[in-house]
Nanobody
Framework: QVQLVESGGGLVQAGGSLRLSCATSGNIFSINVMAWYRQAPGKQRELVASITNGWNTNYADSAKGRFTIFRDNAKKTLYLQMNSLKPEDTAVYYC?????????WGKGTLVTVSS
């Protein structure tokens, strides 16, 4: 009933920028929180940034000062602006939505940062 589709990933050199998008659709009526997670090869999935329905934001230490999470309600889209990218940011990035105790996930978009 809830669909999340990420886009915007790709190959970028260290120091560059990317903007990830998460288009939402379906039966979305009461969002508790939306977030971006990432999973690098051989590592656990980790929270990168989150935003509540009240627009409160939270960032992982590794993302602070470089990444910004924001929403465009008119477009029903969640974004992650990533600046000053580092090779260690290389991962599959996933959009997450929590509603009524349920977790919904997109299929991910790959970000590769080269030196």
């Amino acid at each position: 009933q809830v669909q999340l589709v990420e886009s915007g990933g790709g190959l970028v050199q260290a120091g560059g920028s990317l903007r990830l998008s998460c288009a939402t659709s379906g039966n979305i009526f009461s969002i508790n929180v939306m977030a971006w997670y990432r999973q690098a090869p051989g590592k656990q999935r980790e929270l990168v940034a989150s935003i509540t329905n009240g627009w409160n934001t939270n960032y992982a230490d590794s993302a602070k000062g470089r990444f910004t999470i924001f929403r465009d309600n008119a477009k029903k889209t969640l974004y992650l602006q990533m600046n000053s990218l580092k090779p260690e940011d290389t991962a599959v990035y996933y959009c997450n939505l929590v509603q009524d105790g349920m977790n919904y996930w997109g299929k991910g978009t790959l970000v590769t940062v080269s030196s």
